[in-house]
């Protein structure tokens, strides 16, 4: 079921500014330090800002965002912020730390309590039960963080960001508003591309390596038959492997998804012997949000459909 955040998410904005006290800048005033913690909020955040200036990005494509450690530069870059966008403590854990102590001196917006988002739980692992998919659910629960997956929750990312920096930075309101309307009309737009290229391959059932999908795979209806790795920092035992394995020999799966941090050795035991077509998904991404998104959608089509 969906989650509404909305009283919480508008209460904390409200009640920071006004007892920070800030002051509508004057005209040609700097605009507010800015800091994103990963690729997707960074794109969606330097969308809504153009024009006022760019958000630092803390964690750099293809780090983790739980074992990450800040280079002095980001530290810097973060202590001087005004605001940071983040999706949540537990999806960026690497900087629960660093942010303790900008507590009294910057607004920190965890995205996941934004107005109008769908909340999905994590789907689990998958195990398999006498040779079917129907298995039964275990492994994460809770609240799935990966929330820029489905483009209808950037669209929901991108007003509550303009909603932050407009308290901000009341002196940019048109600006700001402006740039996050242009930008969920573009992801409506790109909404209904990947709607329809995806439907080609809505039925055809896959293997993921990560419980990372939950968004994408609700939105599009796609067939997600199994998860090699529940959580990306354990490695799956042999059992959960032999069961991933006779998920795919019976249920005629096509492709296995992996992704750049899992390591080749993890990759070659699961897929050993069988017929797998093996390819990438990102997540994270290390393009734009645009771009990322229709990697995704590309790499899952064309495995899915043979052409790789």
């Keep these: 079921m ?3 955040m909305a009283p919480k998410w508008r209460h904390r904005l409200s009640v920071f500014v006004c007892v920070l006290g800030y002051s509508v800048p004057a005209p040609g005033a700097e605009p507010p330090v800015v800091a994103a913690s990963i690729a997707p909020v960074h794109a969606l955040a330097a969308g809504v800002m153009e024009g006022a200036g760019a958000p630092h990005l803390l964690i750099p494509a293809g780090a983790s965002p739980h074992h990450h450690t800040l280079k002095p530069s980001k530290a810097r870059q973060l202590s001087k912020a005004r605001v940071v966008f983040r999706i949540s403590p537990h999806m960026e854990s690497v900087l629960v730390r660093p942010l303790k102590a900008l507590a ?3 607004l920190i917006i965890d995205l996941i309590e934004a107005p109008d988002l769908t909340l999905r739980p994590f789907a689990g692992a998958v195990h398999a039960e006498h040779g ?3 298995g039964h659910l275990e492994g994460h629960r809770g609240t799935d963080p990966h929330i820029w997956l ?3 929750n950037a669209g929901a990312m991108v007003h509550a960001m303009a909603a932050a920096l407009v308290g901000v930075d009341p002196g ?6 402006r740039n996050a309307k242009a930008m969920a009309a573009r992801l409506r737009d790109l909404d209904h591309m990947l709607g329809r290229q995806l439907k080609a391959v ?3 059932p896959y293997i993921t390596f990560h419980d990372a999908y939950r968004y994408l795979e609700a939105r599009y209806s796609l067939n997600n038959a199994g998860i090699v790795a529940v959580d990306p920092d354990r490695q799956p035992g042999a059992r959960h492997i032999a069961d991933i394995r006779r998920i795919f020999k019976a249920s005629n799966i096509r492709c296995i998804f992996t992704e750049p941090q899992f390591p080749p050795r993890l990759i070659n035991t699961v897929t050993a012997g069988l017929m797998a077509r093996v390819s990438v998904l990102d997540p994270i991404g290390t393009d734009s949000y ?4 229709q990697k995704l959608a590309g790499n899952l089509t064309d495995c899915l459909r043979g052409k790789n």
Excluded: I, N, W
């Design 2 to 4: 969906p989650v509404r």
């Design 104 to 106: 009294d001196t910057a």
């Design 132 to 134: 079917d998919l129907k």
């Design 150 to 152: 489905d483009p209808r």
């Design 172 to 177: 940019r309101t048109k600006l700001y508003r």
């Design 202 to 204: 809505a039925k055809q």
């Design 290 to 293: 645009f771009q990322m998104m």
